[in-house]
Every structure is written in C-alpha cells, then in structure tokens.
C-alpha cells in the first residue's frame, strides 16, 4: 500500500519561503511519477510541478521562477521548495504518485495522495 505523508506548511508572510517535504511508504519515488498539487477553498486542484523517473521536472507556469520540486531517492522523499511567496499561494499541498507508467499534470493521472499540508501567505 502506497502512502504519502506531507510535512513542513505554515503561515508565513508574502515574500518568505518554506519546504515542504512528502514521506513516501509502499513506492519507491525513483521509479515513477511524482507531483505537487495544491487546492485553493473553493477552487479546483491544480498542479504546483513533477518531476518523472528519469529526474525531469516541470513547473506550473503560475511558481515558475518561485518553485523547485525535487527528490531524494535513497531516503525517499519528496520536496517541494517555495521561495519569493504571494498570498496567492496559500492552499493545501498535495503530494502524489503515479504508480503505472507515465507522468502529466492532470490529477487523475496520480493514483496515490496525501492528506495535504496548509500553506498560508499573508500580506
């Protein structure tokens, strides 16, 4: 059983930055797809950036500039760091798996989530 489990969110003020990290279980993150989402109240989940078994990353054009992922395989974790923060980044954090072949940036191409973490950015 796969299972995610994301830490490192809290409130900082516009500008900051933070690192949010994604324990994985049951999958190793060296073989597949793995991607940042985030949910906004009242707003749909969108994809933050993935990175894919071969290490190539892609970033939302929304954090390019602001927002690196990447991954430790021997310690399999998964990172997501946010620097330069705009209260408009504030939403819950997902961190995903996709355990088949193949990456995208559509949700239901990942089939294992965490619980998500809260990211709030005030101004």
């Known amino acids: 059983q796969v299972q995610l489990l994301e830490s490192g969110g809290g409130s900082v003020q516009a500008g900051g930055s933070l690192r949010l990290s994604c324990t994985i279980s049951?999958?190793?993150?060296?073989?597949?797809?793995m991607g940042w989402f985030r949910q906004a109240p009242g707003k749909e989940r969108e994809a933050v950036a993935r990175?894919?078994?071969?290490?190539?990353?892609s970033v939302a054009d929304s954090v390019k500039g602001r927002i690196t992922i990447s991954k430790n395989s021997a310690e399999n974790i998964l990172y997501l760091y946010m620097n330069s923060l705009k209260p408009e980044d504030t939403a819950m954090y997902y961190c995903?798996?996709?355990?088949?072949?193949?990456?995208?940036?559509?949700?239901?191409?990942?089939?294992?989530w965490g619980q998500g973490a809260q990211v709030t950015v005030s101004s």
């Open positions: 995903s798996a996709r355990t088949a072949i193949g990456c995208g940036y559509r949700p239901i191409v990942y089939n294992a």
């Open positions: 049951g999958y190793r993150v060296a073989t597949g797809c």
């Open positions: 990175i894919d078994r071969a290490d190539a990353t």
